[in-house]
C-alpha cells in the first residue's frame, strides 16, 4: 500500500463527540510517517462538540502540510492570545479550515435528513470498494446504562421501547448495508448486555442485527448483501449470522481500559464487525486474529498507569469560592480555609486522621495557588512526574510546544472544601476513598440519600497511586466523584486533567464553556484505547 491519499482507508466517526475515536485512528502509523486512515466526516449533534471537532480537524491539517506559520497561529488561539486560529492572508490555512468544516457534520444521527448528508460526505470522499471504509463511533448510551435506566424508570408512561434512544444502532445498519464497509467499530456502556425491551433481551438482538443488517428491512432477492462477523478484541472470539448469541460470553466484548495503558479503570462493550468476505480470507489464510496487547511487566503481570503519574506534572491550583447555599461569611482564600480548620479539625475523632487534616488546611492556607485558565504556564518538572512512561509522555507532549490548555478550576463552597480536604488526606493515609459511613458527622452532607447507602461515594477522591474511577459526563454538574488527591489544592478535576486520564493529548482544545467541556471529555473514547484499536483493524485489512 502506498501514501497516495486514494489508497488510504476512509473512516466515517458516527456520534463523534469530541473526536476520541477519531484522533486515535488518525494518530495510528503503521509506520514511522505512514498513517493508513483519513476521517472522512465526523458526524456529531453537539454545537460545542463539533466546534472542537472542527480545530482539531484543522490541526492535523497543518500538521500534515507542515505550516509552521498556521501552526504558530494555531496554538496563540488555544492560548487565547488571537480570536481566530486561521491566519487570513495564509491560503493553506484557509483550505485547511474549510476542509476540517466540511468533514464535521452537525448532525442528529437517526432523522430523516441524514441519510443524504452521509451520502454526500462519501461521494465527496470518492467511497468504493476499491477505497476501504471503516465505521467507528458509539451511539449515546443514555438508555442503556444503569443511572440512565433508573432515572427512565422514574418517569410516568415511559416504554423503553418507544425510546428512539434504544435502536441508535441501526444507524449503523443503514451504513453496513448500502456502502458494505470493510469493517466496523461500535462502542457502548456495559448496560447494553443487560438491556430489556419488553422483557426481552436487547443485546442478543444487536448482534443478529449487526451481523445480518439487510435482514431488518427486508432482502432484495437481486442484490448481494453483506454479513459481518463480529470479533472479540481480547481473545479473538467471533461471532457470526445464524449463531447462537447466548454462546459469546459477556465479558469477552467489555474491554477494561486500565489493562491498556489507560489511566482510568474504564470498562466498556466494544464490537468489532469485520465483512464476512475479509474474515473468510483470514480463515483461509490460517492468521491468528490481532488482539489488544495488554501492559504487562518483565514477568507477564498486568500494569497500570496511576492517577498521579499522568497529573502530577500539570501545574498545582487551587479552586475558587462560591457563596450560595453555604454559612460562611465571604471571606478570601486564607481566612476561608483558616475557619474550616478551625470548626471541622476539632470534630474529627481519628487523632491521624484529624492532625492529618488539620496539618493539610494550613498548608492549603499557606500555599499561593492560581485558579487557572484557558490557558497556564508549563510546571516545573518535579520527581514524582518523571515516573510517566516515555510513550505516554510522548503521546501526550506530540512534538508541539509545551501547552496546557483547559486547565481551570471551579468554585466550591466552603463545607464542600471540608470535605474535599478530608477526603483527600483519608486517601493518603488509608489508600482509598472514604464512603459515607467514614466521614466525620459535621461533614455529612444536607442530602437525603446521605446515610441510606445509595449515595455512599458521593464525595469520591482519585486514589494518587491507582488508575482513576470512570470518567465521565457527570463531571459537568458537579465534581464531587473527581475529587483531586492533593490535600493542598483541595479541588475536583480540571477539563485537562480529565482529559489527560482519558489520554487526549495536550494540544486538543476542548471548546464551549467548561460545562460543555467536562460533558465532551466524559463521553469520549479514550484516544490511546483507540489507536490500538486501530492497529488491530489495520493488521486485518492490510
Known amino acids: 500500500m502506498t501514501d497516495h491519499v486514494d489508497t488510504q482507508i476512509r ?4 456520534f463523534a463527540g469530541p473526536g476520541g475515536l477519531g484522533e486515535g485512528f488518525s494518530a495510528f502509523e503503521a509506520r514511522p510517517g505512514h498513517r493508513p486512515f483519513r476521517i472522512i ?4 449533534k453537539d454545537p460545542a462538540a463539533c466546534r472542537t471537532l472542527r480545530l482539531r480537524g484543522f490541526y492535523h491539517r497543518l500538521m500534515q502540510a507542515g ?13 487565547g492570545e488571537r480570536e481566530s486560529p486561521v491566519e487570513s492572508g495564509n491560503i493553506i490555512t484557509r483550505i485547511a479550515w474549510q476542509q476540517a468544516d466540511a468533514e ?15 451520502q454526500t460526505a462519501m461521494d465527496r470522499a470518492q467511497v468504493s470498494r476499491k ?8 451511539p449515546p448510551c443514555q438508555a442503556y446504562s444503569s443511572v440512565g435506566r433508573s432515572r427512565n424508570a422514574g418517569i410516568v408512561g415511559y416504554r423503553p ?32 448486555l443487560s438491556s430489556h425491551i419488553a422483557g426481552r433481551r436487547l443485546f442478543p438482538r444487536i448482534l443478529q442485527d449487526l451481523t445480518s443488517p439487510a435482514t431488518l428491512e427486508g432482502q432484495d432477492r437481486r442484490r448481494v448483501h453483506p454479513q459481518y462477523r463480529l470479533y472479540s478484541l481480547i481473545d479473538g472470539y467471533s461471532f457470526r449470522q445464524g449463531q447462537n448469541p447466548d454462546s459469546i460470553r459477556p465479558e469477552q466484548l467489555i474491554i477494561q481500559a486500565e489493562h491498556y495503558g489507560i489511566p482510568q479503570t474504564r470498562h466498556r462493550v466494544i464490537l468489532l464487525g469485520v465483512r464476512e468476505d475479509l474474515a473468510s480470507l483470514l480463515d483461509r489464510l490460517g492468521r491468528p486474529f490481532p488482539c489488544l496487547n495488554p501492559l504487562t511487566g518483565p514477568e507477564g503481570q498486568l500494569l497500570g498507569i496511576s492517577t498521579r503519574q499522568v497529573l502530577a506534572s500539570l501545574p498545582p491550583l487551587r479552586s475558587g469560592l462560591s457563596w450560595l447555599q ?8 486564607h481566612q476561608t480555609l483558616s475557619a474550616l480548620a478551625t470548626d471541622f479539625g476539632p470534630k474529627i475523632e481519628d487523632p491521624e486522621l484529624r492532625a492529618a487534616f488539620e496539618q493539610a488546611a494550613l498548608q492549603a492556607t499557606a500555599a499561593d495557588l492560581p485558579q487557572g485558565g484557558r490557558s497556564v504556564p508549563v510546571a516545573n518538572q518535579t520527581a514524582e512526574s518523571v515516573a510517566l512512561p516515555d510513550e505516554l509522555a510522548t503521546w501526550y507532549r506530540g512534538i508541539d510546544p509545551p501547552l496546557v490548555l483547559n486547565h481551570e478550576t471551579r468554585n466550591h463552597m466552603p463545607e464542600d472544601l471540608a470535605r474535599y480536604l478530608f477526603c483527600a488526606v483519608y486517601a493518603r493515609l488509608k489508600g482509598v476513598s472514604p464512603k459515607a459511613t467514614q466521614f466525620p458527622v459535621a461533614l455529612a452532607p444536607r442530602h437525603k440519600n446521605w446515610e441510606t447507602g445509595k449515595f455512599d461515594d458521593r464525595f469520591r477522591v482519585q486514589v494518587a497511586d491507582q488508575p482513576a474511577t470512570t470518567v465521565m459526563s457527570h463531571m459537568a454538574k458537579d465534581g464531587h466523584y473527581f475529587i483531586h488527591y492533593d490535600p493542598v489544592q483541595c479541588r475536583s478535576l480540571t477539563v485537562r486533567e480529565a482529559a489527560r486520564l482519558q489520554t487526549f493529548p495536550d494540544s486538543y482544545f476542548f471548546e464551549g464553556n467548561r460545562t460543555q467541556q467536562y460533558t465532551q471529555v466524559g463521553n469520549a473514547v479514550p484516544p490511546l484505547l483507540a ?3 486501530a492497529s488491530v483493524v489495520w493488521n486485518l485489512l492490510r
Open 11 to 14: 473512516v466515517m466517526d458516527l
Open 41 to 44: 466526516a465526523s458526524v456529531e
Open 67 to 79: 505550516d509552521q506559520s498556521g501552526l504558530e497561529a494555531y496554538y496563540a488561539y488555544v492560548r
Open 104 to 118: 464535521v457534520l452537525e448532525h442528529t444521527l437517526g432523522q430523516p435528513d441524514t441519510k443524504s448528508v452521509l
Open 131 to 138: 477505497t476501504p471504509l471503516v465505521l467507528i463511533g458509539g
Open 161 to 192: 421501547e418507544q425510546d428512539s434512544r434504544h435502536f441508535l444502532y441501526r444507524v449503523y445498519l443503514d451504513l453496513l448495508r448500502d456502502y458494505q464497509p470493510a469493517a466496523f467499530v461500535m462502542e457502548n456502556v456495559k448496560g447494553l
Open 326 to 333: 453555604t454559612s460562611y461569611q465571604r471571606g478570601d482564600w
Open 531 to 533: 489507536r490500538q484499536i
